[in-house]
């Protein structure tokens, strides 16, 4: 799943890191903060002790959001101040963790459109995340054509 995510992280200096991979559709809102920032002892019914999220775990690494259209509205300015300031507080913390991560999103539809209907920000997660997908490392895109027509012309199953 997501080849040309991975294939980013592969042709990048991360790529001795871990690939840490999210589905932000997957989780109802209040799941999908405590996955990505994890948690502190207490913070809600059944947390018996602290735990890191994704962005924790991902440090020094390569974090993928997949399907980040669909984040709730109230999620999203917490996810900018962890993309522009590189550090966020678990939910139920006021301790401030620092991260060192690169952070890459997937979207099913035109984040624009979604904009456009209400269900994601038009302040600046907008532009940030908009802005770093149209920024890939033209290397980068070679490599992920490549990749991609060499699965193609083998015949693999990959893409299925």
Known sequence: ????ARLIHRLSRRKSGRFVALNCAAFPETLLESELFGHARGAFTGA???????FETATGDTLLLNEVGE??????PKLLRALQEREFDRLGSNQTVRVD???ISTSNRPLEAAVAEGRFRADSIARKILHRETQIDPHALAGIVRFTLEKLDTGTDHFR
């Not at 984040?71 to 999203?76: E, K, N, Y």
């Open 71 to 76: 984040m709730p509205l109230a999620l999203q």
């Open 1 to 4: 799943m997501w080849p040309a």
């Open 48 to 54: 018996v002790g602290a735990r890191p999220g994704k």
């Open 101 to 103: 991560i690169r952070v």
